[in-house]
């Protein structure tokens, strides 16, 4: 099991830019795909953006060219750098790693854009 811990979190106007990390509890923390979620209020969960092991990236259509996703696997971490923040990007961001069958969930961080 993996302990992810997300922050970065918080209240930005439009068009305003914000970086959320994911600082994960383990060493091999190389060999997990990782991704950045987000659940708006009565919305369902939807992908943002997920690297795996070797770097190859995947994001939503909403965010493409104004998100970018990287990893340091020296310091067990994940970036989601949001630009041009729109109030749609409004919700809470999960950081969730999968390695084979297993998959673990960080408690999310508050993104609020005010228009």
């Known amino acids: 099991q993996v302990h992810l811990v997300e922050s970065g979190g918080g209240l930005v106007q439009a068009g305003g830019s914000l970086r959320l990390s994911c600082v994960a509890s383990r060493s091999a923390f190389s060999i997990y795909t990782v991704g950045w979620y987000r659940q708006a209020p009565g919305k369902q969960r939807e992908l943002v953006a997920r690297i795996t092991s070797s770097r190859s990236t995947v994001y939503a259509d909403s965010v493409q060219g104004r998100f970018t996703i990287s990893r340091d696997n020296a310091k067990s971490t994940v970036y989601l750098q949001m630009n041009s923040l729109k109030p749609e990007d409004t919700a809470v961001y999960y950081c969730?790693?999968?390695?084979?069958?297993?998959?673990?969930w960080g408690q999310g961080t508050q993104v609020t854009v005010s228009s």
């Open positions: 969730n790693a999968a390695v084979g069958t297993r998959e673990d």
